[in-house]
């Protein structure tokens, strides 16, 4: 009994304090928004907040919309992904990629969300595909008062009604 209870302890301490390492795969089980998921690695949930990108919040102007539009591609679909750290509330970072595509590359050329990266290895490559995005009027680029969400989350209620107003 003893054994069992070390061994049981050794495993729990795994599972729930080392990050996996390199790539792995997975499958989404939920769409929290359009930037952060549910997605399950080898029996394990692990909530992850996708790297590169930042999407609307849900009750920003089109928020629910991008988060449903990723949703219908992604759900329960098979992903690969790549763990880096974790953020100030716990979710796991990581790059995610479906069926090879960066996940990432595709919220913002389908105007689902912003380029997050303001320097790095992708920024200019992310940063084209917002301007195509932003040009064609696709996703929440169609909206003229849409406000990026870092901006939105530190407006105070009578701010987001006068600068970031909604018609959906």
């Not at 003893?2 to 080392?18: N, V």
């Not at 590169?52 to 928020?63: A, I």
Request: proline share 2%; charged share 20%.
């Amino acid at each position: 009994m003893k054994h069992f209870l070390t061994i049981t302890f050794f495993l729990i301490s795994i599972t729930t304090f080392c990050q996996p390492i390199g790539w792995n795969r997975g499958f989404v089980t939920a769409g929290h928004d359009v930037d952060t998921y549910t997605i399950r690695v080898n029996f394990i949930d692990y909530t992850v907040r996708l790297l590169g990108v930042d999407g609307p919040e849900l009750t920003q102007c089109f928020g629910k919309n991008s988060r449903d539009s990723v949703m219908k591609i992604i759900k329960l679909k098979q992903v690969d992904l790549k763990f880096g750290g974790k953020d100030v509330y716990g979710r796991w970072l990581a790059e995610v990629k479906i069926d090879g595509l960066a996940l990432d590359s595709l919220i913002i050329v389908k105007g689902w969300g912003w380029n997050a990266e303001l320097y790095g290895k992708r920024f200019k490559e992310r940063n084209q595909m917002q301007t195509v995005a932003i040009n064609n009027l696709l996703g929440l680029w169609f909206y003229q008062a849409n406000c990026s969400p870092w901006l939105f989350r530190v407006f105070s209620k009578n701010e987001k009604i006068a600068l970031c107003p909604c018609e959906q």
